[in-house]
């Protein structure tokens, strides 16, 4: 009876966690699943991750590297720049949204305010380092002026003179960043208000500090997950109208700090970038891990900055130069200004010819960013640009001297940051651990109730055994227990032992 009790529970027990955790298996990724969406949706009740979309609390650094031209007085006789790379030189940048309003649609608009600080522990040197550029307000005023009539441009060159503005700058590096008084610069906005993109000092990244990018409007995801974070208008458009084709045009994917969620390895980064005046898109490239954490790693494609001959779908970014050069002339006040990767990387070889002291590595100048492809939120980023002034000589312009023609590096800069301490600890146990276990578990209770299942069946195995074997040992044992059961007692004899023995070895 009690075999018979511990096979059934055994049995009954294993079959149950066998079904247990096969349920888990099918379930556990749904839960899972369901709990990514629920705390990814852009809503204040989500207290962690709205205030780290509101508040982005992971440190950001932009590098700064300028290329201090070591020729000038060579390059105006018609000579190949010769450059030499100094930096970086880093800021701190915070981020934080404001003006912050929820519609009704499920969308949500914000101003993203962005501010620098300078790490001179982190730089190779300070603000006060001097270097030579050329000077944008000379050489690219020229550029825009040479199909005016030659007796403008002599009005030009002497304005130059007169403001003792000559074709290259000697600078601070704080000067160059945010900005150095310039009697060229005011006498311009106030004559010729709007050419300038910013009217106090002129400086590479002067409208950027204290600034925002731009009225943003995104999906929450409450409707949809899969749209979450994706641009529904930038200051109120849907499209641009700084390129020559509606695909140009298209306000693409995020605004760039975070992606929908359960990517795969066709899944492509979108995003709208302000500063670039378009809409960029990474690829794949690779799996990786980063404290435990599994991603995927997102690169530029070749395709990015190519011209319209090698990629035609391109071609509305034109007038191009050549491959790896992106024309933003349209959106900077039509100054001749090109992005690029740093060091022309992924460019047009030519470029490298035209000037000495580049050399382009991926490593060191390939933009990446490392993404988590079940959350879509970014763990590790550096995006790498290359801001670049096209140059040449101009006739009636005396400062443009015999310079050559050339797409002329300036700086390149790098925006980067990464989640680490107690946020990486938070995501690690909640994206990493947690799921871990619940696989875990998920396989024990299969093993477990496999291991009670087999046990059962061996119980109950060895019962059969014993219930066939018991008859024969029975029958010895009834004669045995016969012969105990006789009491020895005086009035019997052995003989009369003998005789019943036999007798009831007789009637058995």
């Avoid at 629920?38 to 991750?49: A, F, Q, R, S």
């Avoid at 070591?70 to 190949?80: D, H, I, S, T």
């Avoid at 470029?351 to 939120?377: A, N, R, S």
């Avoid at 763990?379 to 790498?384: A, E, F, G, P």
Wanted: charge should be negative.
């Amino acid at each position: 009876m009690n075999t018979s009790k511990i096979t059934i529970g055994l049995f009954v027990a294993g079959t149950l966690m066998v079904v247990f955790g096969t349920i888990l298996v099918f379930v556990g990724p749904i839960i899972i699943d369901d709990q990514i969406v629920k705390n990814l949706v852009i809503d204040p009740k989500n207290e962690m991750t709205y205030s780290m979309w509101k508040d982005v609390p992971v440190p950001f650094f932009m590098s700064v590297y300028f290329f201090n031209v070591l020729n000038p007085a060579e390059v105006l006789a018609g000579e190949k720049p010769m450059v030499e790379q100094r930096g970086p030189y880093v800021y701190r940048k915070r981020i934080q949204k404001q003006n912050i309003t929820f519609h009704p649609n499920d969308t949500v608009s914000y101003l993203e305010y962005r501010r620098y600080f300078f790490e001179p522990s982190m730089s190779v040197g300070n603000e006060s380092d001097v270097v030579t550029i050329p000077n944008m307000l000379v050489l690219g005023a020229a550029v825009m002026m040479e199909n005016m009539p030659y007796a403008v441009r002599l009005m030009v060159s002497a304005t130059f003179k007169t403001f003792k503005e000559g074709p290259f700058l000697t600078k601070s590096v704080g000067e160059l960043m945010w900005g150095y008084d310039s009697k060229l610069v005011d006498f311009l906005n106030k004559w010729l208000p709007g050419m300038l993109p910013s009217t106090g000092k002129f400086g590479l990244f002067s409208e950027f500090n204290n600034s925002n990018t731009g009225l943003f409007t995104i999906h929450t995801g409450k409707d949809n997950i899969h749209l979450i974070h994706k641009v529904d208008s930038w200051n109120g458009l849907t499209k641009l109208t700084n390129w020559r084709t509606p695909q140009c045009n298209m306000i693409n994917g995020t605004a760039g700090q975070m992606w929908p969620p359960f990517m795969t390895k066709q899944s492509t980064l979108p995003f709208y970038s302000p500063d670039a005046c378009r809409s960029l898109e990474l690829i794949y490239q690779r799996e990786g891990i980063m404290a435990g954490i599994p991603l995927y790693r997102y690169v530029a494609p070749k395709t990015m900055f190519a011209n319209g001959s090698d990629y035609a779908p391109n071609e509305g970014f034109c007038p191009c130069r050549q491959s790896g050069l992106l024309n933003v002339s349209s959106c900077r006040s039509n100054a001749p200004m090109f992005i690029s990767h740093p060091h022309f990387y992924n460019a047009d070889p030519v470029l490298l010819d035209y000037v000495l002291g580049l050399h382009p590595t991926e490593d060191q100048h390939g933009l990446f960013i490392d993404i988590h492809p079940m959350t879509g939120v970014p763990l590790n980023v550096s995006i790498r640009l290359q801001l670049n002034l096209y140059m040449k000589s101009v006739s009636g312009v005396g400062e443009t001297g015999k310079i050559s023609e050339v797409v002329m590096p300036m700086i390149w800069f790098e925006e980067s940051g990464y989640i680490d301490g107690e946020i990486l600890t938070t995501f690690h146990t909640n994206l990493v651990v947690l799921p871990m276990v619940m696989e875990y578990v998920q396989y024990c209770f299969i093993g477990l109730g496999l291991a009670s299942i087999l046990a059962a069946l061996l119980v109950y195995h060895s019962g059969k055994t014993f219930k066939r074997d018991l008859p024969c040992r029975t029958q010895t044992d009834e004669v045995g227990v016969h012969v105990k059961l006789f009491p020895i007692t005086p009035e019997k004899t052995p003989q009369s032992y003998q005789s019943q023995e036999f007798d009831s070895d007789m009637n058995t």
